[in-house]
């Protein structure tokens, strides 16, 4: 099955600078990436995702860039504050619209955006 | 929109005992949901995929006996942790996905549950 391998564990920036985690994957059959935001006790919530066809996308401080080829993702946090500071996951699935498209996660990096 | 609801948000039973915990979709009809569970500072852990009308799918490793899955309805999916134990003390996340074949996930709020 896929594997997915989140780096690093845990990510200390001061205010205003940028952050970025890297995930790779296994299964070159995995077709959409996303990445979640998870506060203590909260629920996942999806930041930014990215399909297989595209190789970058930006959404204002938040952007993500996919290399097919080598099989990983990257989430960039730019201009970062301290609401920043949470768990992020990112997640790979397989699979074409209709199917289950199981997620598999990431361990989860740790991001603390220090004042 | 896409908002999933869990119940309850918390709950605390004796060792011996069942819990069911509902996940329900408010606004959109789920063919699909998941089971993930997640220890403190750990990563979530798909436990099955639930098809409504049909069996639920557990991955390797998880006891289907023991996590009974109901897909009865387009918006209601409901885990029922059986005979629980203290090590089955965790926060248990559900998911549904959009009939209408999206990609996204979107996730309840989970459910902490205590066995003593």
């Known amino acids: 099955g896929e594997n997915v391998e989140q780096h690093p564990s ?106 | 929109g896409a908002v999933v609801s869990q119940h309850p948000s918390w709950v605390i039973c004796k060792s011996g005992t069942s819990v069911k915990i509902e996940c329900r979709s408010l606004d959109f009809q789920a063919t699909t949901m998941f089971w993930y569970r997640q220890f403190p500072k750990q990563s ?20 289907k006996d023991k996590f009974l899955i109901n897909h009865a309805s387009l918006t209601l999916s409901t885990l029922t942790v059986t005979s629980a134990h203290p090590e089955d003390s965790s926060f248990y996340i559900c998911s549904a996905r959009d009939a209408r074949g999206r990609s996204e996930q979107y996730f309840g709020p989970g459910t902490r549950l205590t066995v003593t």
Request: charged letters at 20%; glycine letters at 8%.
């Open chain 1, 10 to 115: 845990t990510l200390s920036v001061q205010e205003g600078d940028s952050a970025v985690i890297k995930c790779t994957y296994s299964d070159s059959a995995s077709n959409y990436f996303p990445w979640y935001k998870q506060e203590l006790g909260k629920r996942p919530q999806l930041i930014i995702d990215i399909r297989s066809n595209v190789g970058e996308k930006k959404d204002q401080r938040i952007a993500v860039t996919l290399n097919k080829t080598a099989k990983h993702f990257s989430l960039h946090i730019t201009e970062t504050q301290p609401e920043d500071s949470a768990v992020y996951f990112c997640a790979a699935s397989i699979g074409s619209s209709g199917s289950a498209r199981q997620l598999t996660f990431g361990s989860g990096t740790q991001l603390t955006v220090l004042p």
């Open chain 2, 44 to 63: 979530l852990m798909l436990m099955a995929t639930s098809n409504e009308g049909s069996k639920a799918t557990y991955e390797q490793g998880v006891e």
